[in-house]
């Protein structure tokens, strides 16, 4: 088993942090904690947040971002005037704990670090762009996307899209893209979108514009079915869905969307998208994919049931001649 020192100390460490929330947190927010950690038992109180971004090569915002995250977790909390305090786990120390504890009780052990203002600089905005130039540019570029100068919180939300996620610019301006053909360019949004790329493992520009060319296929739908049937008004959610469905799953094009609309008027006097979509689940599971195809099925279907219909008919007659001969048999 590996021991780590600082001077001259080990930094006591719980099995409970590995197995609990050192799985589930961001590898730099980890670093920060240990960091901040080790410095509170080689006895330096005051550390800022500025020092720790510097020693770990990272932005003040990740250190204030880590810290927040900690709180959340309940491992540290703040006790006013900057200072932060870690907090003891709950998990029971084993027996060789105990007495390691015991005997380091002679050193004097602080718990706790400065923790700056959340509130960002312009200081840690040209850093990051120092350190990135590519940001800068993005930036601009993203300025453009969403029609808007940026916040300084919307900026830093790019920088961790760029560095704790690990995107490229292109990536990130596919992002916002797809957030703003959905019309959705809330950040907080556009955050979520963002963590959920990272969790699926959305990394590559290729992945993302595959993405953005289906959600761009089914709002350019959207408009579509919107002038067939009339409306006005934006499709519900459920109502979107359907045109997904339609166009992402059964690759259906718009003639083929216009002529199952059609049927359905005619069928139901009124637009159903619940009915257009057993119409074109039903093309789609027979491997209709053109209009001429649908033209020939009912083409096709009339022959079909008069042949249906003509066995029948001859059918019946054969039963009734055996009828007949069997009774007069018995004759």
Request: proline share 2%.
């Amino acid at each position: 088993m590996a021991s780590f020192f600082h001077a001259n100390k080990s930094v006591p460490l719980p099995m409970e942090f590995i197995n609990k929330y050192m799985i589930n947190a961001n590898a730099t927010y980890v670093k920060v904690y240990l960091y901040g950690l080790a410095k509170c038992y080689e006895g330096e109180e005051d550390v800022s947040n500025a020092q720790i971004a510097d020693a770990l090569d990272i932005l003040e915002t990740d250190v204030s971002k880590a810290w927040r995250y900690w709180k959340k977790v309940g491992l540290v909390h703040s006790e006013g005037r900057g200072v932060l305090v870690f907090d003891a786990m709950s998990e029971a120390p084993s027996k060789e704990a105990a007495e390691k504890e015991s005997v380091e009780k002679t050193a004097v052990k602080p718990q706790s670090v400065k923790e700056n203002s959340d509130k960002d600089s312009m200081k840690e905005i040209s850093k990051a762009m120092g350190i990135n130039p590519k940001m800068k540019e993005t930036v601009s570029l993203a300025e453009q996307l969403l029609k808007k100068t940026l916040s300084r919180r919307e900026i830093n939300s790019l920088y961790t899209f760029m560095q704790e996620y690990s995107m490229t610019q292109e990536i990130v301006l596919v992002l916002l893209e797809y957030c703003v053909t959905i019309d959705k360019t809330n950040f907080s949004y556009i955050e979520k979108v963002a963590e959920g790329w990272k969790d699926q493992g959305i990394n590559t520009i290729e992945e993302a514009t595959k993405i953005l060319n289906r959600v761009m296929k089914e709002a350019r739908m959207q408009k579509k079915c919107r002038k067939m049937f009339g409306l006005e008004r934006e499709f519900s959610q459920t109502e979107t869905n359907y045109i997904a469905r339609w166009v992402s799953e059964f690759s259906m094009s718009e003639p083929m969307i216009r002529n199952a609309y059609e049927k359905t008027v005619k069928n139901t006097g009124k637009v159903s998208m619940p009915y257009m979509n057993t119409i074109l689940k039903s093309w789609f599971e027979k491997g209709i994919k053109t209009v001429s195809q649908i033209a020939e099925k009912e083409k096709a279907a009339p022959q079909k049931e008069k042949s249906r219909s003509t066995g029948y008919q001859l059918d019946d007659m054969a039963a009734i001649e055996r009828k007949l001969r069997l009774e007069k048999q018995k004759k």
